[in-house]
């Protein structure tokens, strides 16, 4: 069964450093998303991206955050300048149109 | 309105019971509604979803109840396992090209043996 696959599991970087987080979404889908979640609370939304561009940021989706598809498999999210709040498990998911979003496992990034 | 409210926070059902968790939304502009179950260290995984024009889908032992009038949605969950203790979150969805999943606060699910 297909399936939305993120690496790497686990991150720990300094205070500071830039990390990307990498996702490679089904491959038949249009729409690509960066969810994440803080321990024990809700599965906030950052950003959403189709045809090449984002559709829609949150406002947590600040200047520190990027999302690129460098190829035609791989979405990356990256983050400039890490915080001690930056700290979450990040989530991966991709859609085809209309229909229902596939999630990864997603990426624990702690900051240190 | 973007927020999907669920309740309650915490369930506990014996196995074998009925487990319900309600969510309720304010935008009309929702398309679809999934329900999505998530383990500790996982991600949500999609468990059930259901459409505005549809008042009860039914997946197994789960189902969903649309009340579209009151903005309203609920999971069922019959003959409850220990199995299905996770978290469950309602979401709502739209499709367009600024389509995002709102999740509801999650529900954490203990079914006791």
């Known amino acids: 069964e297909p399936e939305v696959t993120q690496t790497p599991s686990h991150q720990v970087t300094q205070m500071g450093q830039e990390v990307i987080l990498r996702c490679v979404p089904i491959?038949?889908?249009?729409?690509f998303y960066w969810y994440r979640q803080i321990l024990g609370q809700k599965v906030e939304f950052l950003v959403s991206?189709?045809?090449?561009?984002?559709?829609?940021k949150s406002e947590i989706f600040d200047d520190q955050f990027s999302v690129e598809r460098p190829d035609g498999s791989n979405f990356t999210l990256k983050i400039r300048s890490t915080k001690l709040e930056d700290s979450a498990m990040y989530f991966c998911?991709?859609?085809?149109?209309?229909?229902?979003?596939?999630f990864g496992q997603g990426t624990r990034l702690t900051v240190v | 309105q973007q927020q999907v409210k669920q309740s309650p926070q915490s369930l506990i059902v014996q196995k074998g019971g009925i487990s319900i968790i309600n969510c309720a939304y304010e935008?009309?502009?929702?398309?679809?509604f999934p329900w999505y179950q998530q383990f500790p260290g996982k991600g949500p995984a999609l468990l059930i979803a259901?459409?505005?024009?549809?008042s009860e889908k039914k997946e197994g032992r789960f189902t969903i109840s649309f009340n579209k009038s009151a903005k309203q949605f609920s999971l069922h969950i019959m003959d409850s396992q220990p199995g299905d203790s996770a978290t469950y979150f309602c979401?709502?969805?739209?499709?367009?090209?600024?389509?995002?999943?709102?999740f509801g606060s999650g529900t954490r699910l203990s079914i006791r043996p």
């Open positions: 998911a991709s859609s085809e149109a209309y229909q229902e979003a596939f």
């Open positions: 491959s038949n889908h249009l729409y």
């Open positions: 991206f189709y045809n090449n561009e984002i559709s829609e």
């Open positions: 935008n009309t502009a929702f398309d679809y």
């Open positions: 259901i459409r505005p024009d549809v």
């Open positions: 979401a709502a969805f739209t499709y367009s090209s600024a389509s995002k999943i709102i």
